[in-house]
């Protein structure tokens, strides 16, 4: 499993913060007034909202800042988000989404959706995602919360619950025709 993608800092590469801040400033420019269904704090439509707004994102066709020359410059160490897509076929899913130029397919068990399922029961919240190019900002903001601790046998324990329950909820939505 990568690490987290940190803070912007001055050793950041040049190139990688210019592509981070453009994708960024057109993300805030572009965010819709009201984009996305408000809803209560159910599993499922909550599910829905991170799915709206996912393919919002990917509606911009924004070229991921680690990309260089078709290749990932931090493969190991990338988000789950791409871990769980195995691509084929060219770099387009990264450059981008270009339809026809590149092939993906989705991992059976949704490691990130677990994730997000048992952050939002630790720290008491919603289930959250942060759109990359809004990562080292978010990060700024959020440094507190990489602090917390949690007892390690429960963690893993709570993990375990997560992934069946997101694996569960998976294998019974209906493939679409
Ligand atoms: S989208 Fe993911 S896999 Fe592709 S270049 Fe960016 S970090 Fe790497």
């Known amino acids: 499993m990568g690490r987290e993608i940190g803070p912007l800092s001055e050793s950041s590469d040049p190139a990688t913060v210019r592509t981070l801040t453009t994708a ?34 990917a509606s911009l066709n924004l070229p991921c800042a680690f990309l260089n020359q078709g290749a990932c410059t931090i493969y190991n160490e990338r988000p789950l988000a791409c871990q769980e897509h195995l691509v084929w076929g060219s770099s387009a899913h990264c450059d981008g ?15 990130l959706d677990a994730l997000g399922q048992l952050a ?19 990060y700024e903001e959020n ?31 209906p493939e679409a025709a």
């Open 143 to 173: 440094r507190h919360r990489a602090l917390q601790t949690w007892n390690g046998p429960e963690l893993v324990s709570r993990f375990l619950d997560c992934l069946a329950d997101t694996t569960a909820q998976t294998a019974s939505v």
């Open 24 to 57: 960024a400033n057109r993300i805030v420019d572009q965010w819709p007034a009201s984009p996305f269904a408000q809803t209560d704090s159910t599993d499922e439509s909550h599910a829905n909202d991170i799915e709206a707004v996912g393919q919002w994102y």
């Open 120 to 138: 939002a029961e630790l720290e008491q919240t919603e289930v959250q995602a942060v759109m990359m190019p809004l990562v080292p900002f978010w």
């Open 97 to 111: 989404f270009q339809p026809g130029l590149g092939n993906s397919l989705e991992a059976p068990v949704k490691v």
